[in-house]
Nanobody, 117 residues
């Protein structure tokens, strides 16, 4: 059983910063991508950032230049450093992991990020 546990969400003012963490536990083999998606009320779940097993990174267009994802393979942990936060970044942020052999996808329970003055 794989569990993803997020931490670091909260309330922040526009222009502020937050750092999210997600630790994966359980029997995990052949991890491929780790990263983050987000979902605002009434909207679909969108990609924020992914870090592949070889360290390549993919970002959603709306967060490029402001958010930075990183990964510690030894700890099965992925991080999201969020800077210059905007009210439109308000959403539930979900940790994501996929593995191969066979292909499996896992989601965290989500952590709320609210950007408001």
């Amino acid at each position: 059983q794989v569990q993803l546990v997020e931490s670091g969400g909260g309330l922040v003012q526009p222009g502020g910063s937050l750092r999210l963490s997600c630790a994966a536990s359980g029997t995990i083999a052949n991890i491929n991508d780790m990263g983050w998606y987000r979902q605002a009320p009434g909207k679909q779940r969108d990609l924020v950032a992914l870090v592949t097993n070889d360290g390549s990174k993919v970002y959603g267009d709306s967060v490029k230049g402001r958010f930075t994802a990183s990964r510690d393979n030894a700890k099965n942990t992925v991080y999201l450093e969020m800077n210059s936060l905007k009210p439109e970044d308000t959403a539930i942020y979900y940790c994501y992991l996929d593995s191969w052999g066979p292909l499996s996808r896992y989601w965290g329970q989500g952590t709320q990020v609210t950007v408001s003055s």
